[in-house]
């Protein structure tokens, strides 16, 4: 059995330094995943409190994702998506579109998150006629050029920043609880207007609570009168429901929560259980503004509307429903405030973190966890927040396990 170390020095030989950080102990070599249960490559068993970065949200390797994965892969494993397309592709898109509100909607499906809000991008530059985008500080939409412009972290854009060409108008994220919140929440939708009216922008994206961003909740109604205030400009509103969506927040699409359905909706993470898939979803009367393909399709790729990501996305969605589990997400939330009450618990649903003095706290508090047997997620631009993103489907008996855990390792 090879160490840690010796598989650091293979690791470094073969993939770029940039990507994958290694240090003495770390990181540990995934083998085996089951539920809420991971395994290493020296047998270690862990806790998952990540879901791999709330992907498995249903939960590591479950057994009707797999058995539809591998019926799918037997019989079609690849197809031409954008030319002819597999029969799942369209099964898909429908089974989607029948879960969000009347009225028409249009998707376009991909392999991951950065690629859905790619296609959200392309989408406002078409409806519109108009560059411009609205987005918010602390915001994470992924890496891909589009997607990176409107990212906020600096970390992130700051070497590319001569590439991006995205004009990109950025604004607070007014989040819950802060001092003079609602002011502050105010000042932000005048200063949109202000853009709207003076700036050749053509929509605002924003995610309904922060992930990457420090586990953030809006202020009380923001983003209902973020939409009022879009639409009274005829902009549009891309929900970056990446992280939020299906299920983790406590309804399928936190929007429901909210007050405002987007005109823009991307999707991804949870979708595919485990197998690369994303979606962007749009209102049918914007998406009708793209030119109707002649064969040669301006936004298109390889792999779109992947057979298995496909069938792995319908077997997700109906155990979504069958096994009601956006409702458990809730029933998570309040065993963990319950037991984590001497800390600052901050999100909704099983998107949820304990919020830090320190900056860099989370870091330790991540590392002292892992070495009990509990993965975490580490949050926020200061990383000062411990995320806590178990799978929907975690048995109680775990989950209380694993905060113990977290008590054991949190500051005092």
Not at 9 to 16: D, I, K, M, P
Not at 58 to 64: L, R
Not at 111 to 122: C, T
Not at 216 to 227: E, G, I, S, W, Y
Request: proline share 6%; aromatic share 6%.
């Amino acid at each position: 059995m090879f160490t840690t170390a010796e598989l650091n020095a293979r690791l470094r030989e073969v993939e770029s330094r940039n990507l994958t950080y290694v240090g003495d102990d770390f990181p540990i070599y995934w083998s085996r995943a089951k539920g809420a249960r991971i395994w290493d490559h020296q047998g270690r068993e862990y806790i998952d409190f990540s879901s791999a970065f709330g992907v498995a949200t249903v939960g590591h390797a479950h057994s009707e994702v797999l058995e539809a994965v591998r019926a799918q892969a037997a019989a079609l494993p690849h197809a031409m998506g954008d030319v002819h397309p597999p029969l799942v592709k369209l099964e898909l898109l429908e089974a989607l579109v029948r879960r969000l509100p009347p009225g028409g909607w249009r998707g376009i499906l991909s392999l991951n998150g950065s690629d859905a809000v790619e296609s959200a991008l392309k989408t406002v530059k078409i409806a519109s006629g108009l560059p411009g985008i609205v987005a918010f500080e602390g915001a994470y939409h992924g890496l891909g050029y589009g997607a990176l412009s409107v990212t906020a972290r600096s970390h992130f854009r700051g070497p590319f920043r001569d590439q991006l060409g995205i004009p990109v108008f950025r604004l607070p994220f007014p989040e819950e609880g802060e001092p003079e919140g609602e002011r502050k929440m105010f000042e932000v939708l005048r200063r949109m207007r202000e853009i709207f009216e003076e700036e050749p922008v053509g929509g605002v994206i924003i995610e309904p609570i922060q992930g990457r961003g420090g586990i953030r909740v809006p202020q009380p109604k923001f983003l209902a009168a973020l939409c009022r205030t879009a639409r009274s400009q005829k902009k549009i509103v891309i929900f970056d429901e990446i992280m939020t969506g299906l299920g983790r927040t406590g309804r399928l699409f936190r929007f429901e929560e909210e007050g405002c359905v987007p005109d823009l909706l991307c999707l991804g993470k949870t979708l595919g259980g485990g197998f690369p898939i994303s979606v962007m979803l749009g209102r049918s009367e914007i998406m009708d503004r793209w030119p109707e393909t002649e064969g040669e399709a301006i936004h298109t790729s390889t792999f779109t509307g992947h057979p298995i990501g496909c069938a792995a996305g319908l077997a997700v969605m109906e155990l979504l429903e069958r096994k009601k589990l956006p409702q458990r997400a809730m029933r998570i939330e309040r065993r963990v405030r319950s037991a984590l009450g001497r800390w600052k618990v901050v999100g909704r649903g099983a998107l949820l973190g304990v919020r830090l003095r320190e900056k860099g706290a989370a870091v330790a508090v991540a590392r002292r966890a892992l070495e009990r047997g509990l993965i975490v997620m580490v949050e926020g631009d200061e990383a000062d927040v411990v995320g806590i993103l178990p799978p929907l489907t975690i048995p109680f008996r775990l989950l209380e396990a694993g905060l113990c855990i977290l008590r054991e390792v949190l500051p005092a």
